[in-house]
């Protein structure tokens, strides 16, 4: 089977474009989330998704945006890139229940010039 | 807000050695905590969960355990190798979210 994919798998922006990101999860799994980590971090939660609906939203700024298709995909949009925004975008998906274990994609390194 | 803590940053040991990571957690109010492990540049792999139930779990060399009473879990690899060398993480969730530590990157050498 599978495991949760990710694309691209690198890519490089100038400051004040936008970034769109993709994921695709495991067969059979509805939530999807993604994190972002920069150099040194640990990853930090940016969105949940389930079901379409966003579940939940970490600290991040409005410039951030997410969304989740119908066969559980989702794409996560970065607007006006700043340099602080280079960093490994981590996707993960998992059942639905809290208590599931949450399995990550390879990431898409993203480096903002 | 949760925090989570990883000691030591960094870790060197021989081939051959038994070891322990360490994680405290600042909440005590969690689903579960589950371990990671990252190689350079690349994503997350699970290694073990722990549910709030539940005092350990082990899988092959590696066990886990879980004092929620004391905020503190502890994973430890039994007869490290060098293909152990990568970064551990923890990461505590309650809620939607994952709360990692900064993790501890272990070196093992031949």
Same mark, same amino acid.
């Given at each position: 089977?599978a !495991?949760?994919?990710?694309s691209?798998?690198?890519?490089? #922006?100038?400051r004040g474009?936008?970034?769109t990101l ?10 999807v989330?993604w994190y972002?980590?920069? *150099?040194?971090? !640990?990853?930090?939660?940016?969105f949940?998704?389930?079901e #379409? /609906? /966003?579940? !939940?939203?970490g600290n ?6 997410a969304r ?6 989702? /794409? ?6 700043l *340099? ?7 996707c ?5 229940t809290? /208590?599931e ?13 | 807000? =949760? $925090? ?5 940053? @960094?870790?060197?040991?021989? $081939?051959? $050695? ?8 600042? %909440?005590? @109010?969690i689903?579960?905590?589950?371990w990671?492990?990252? %190689? ?5 792999t &699970?290694?073990?969960?722990? =549910?709030?139930? =539940?005092?350990? =779990?082990?899988? +092959?060399?590696?066990?886990?355990s ?8 502890t994973?430890?690899i039994?007869?490290?190798?060098? +293909? %152990? &060398?990568?970064?551990?993480?923890? @990461? &505590?969730?309650? +809620?939607? @979210? ?8 272990? &070196?093992v050498?031949?």
């Amino acid at each position: 089977d599978a !495991g949760v994919t990710q694309s691209p798998t690198h890519l490089i #922006k100038t400051r004040g474009q936008h970034v769109t990101l993709r994921c695709s999860p495991i067969s059979g799994h509805k939530s999807v989330s993604w994190y972002q980590q920069v *150099l040194g971090q !640990g990853p930090q939660f940016i969105f949940q998704y389930y079901e #379409k /609906e /966003e579940r !939940g939203r970490g600290n991040f700024p409005d410039r951030f945006s997410a969304r989740q298709f119908p066969n559980y995909s989702s /794409e996560l949009n970065v607007n006006a890139l700043l *340099l602080g925004d280079s960093a490994l975008y981590l996707c993960a998906s998992s059942l639905p229940t809290a /208590e599931e274990t949450q399995y990550f994609g390879p990431g898409t390194r993203l480096l903002v010039l | 807000k =949760q $925090e989570v803590t990883q000691i030591p940053a @960094a870790l060197s040991v021989p $081939e051959g $050695e038994n070891l322990v990571l360490n994680c405290s957690f600042t %909440d005590s @109010a969690i689903y579960n905590l589950q371990w990671f492990r990252q %190689d350079p540049g690349k994503g997350l792999t &699970s290694l073990l969960l722990i =549910q709030s139930s =539940q005092r350990e =779990q082990t899988s +092959g060399r590696l066990n886990a355990s879980l004092d929620k009473s004391s905020g503190r879990s502890t994973l430890y690899i039994a007869a490290s190798q060098p +293909g %152990d &060398s990568a970064t551990y993480l923890c @990461a &505590s969730q309650a +809620g939607t @979210a994952l709360i990692f530590g900064k993790g501890t990157t272990l &070196s093992v050498s031949s």
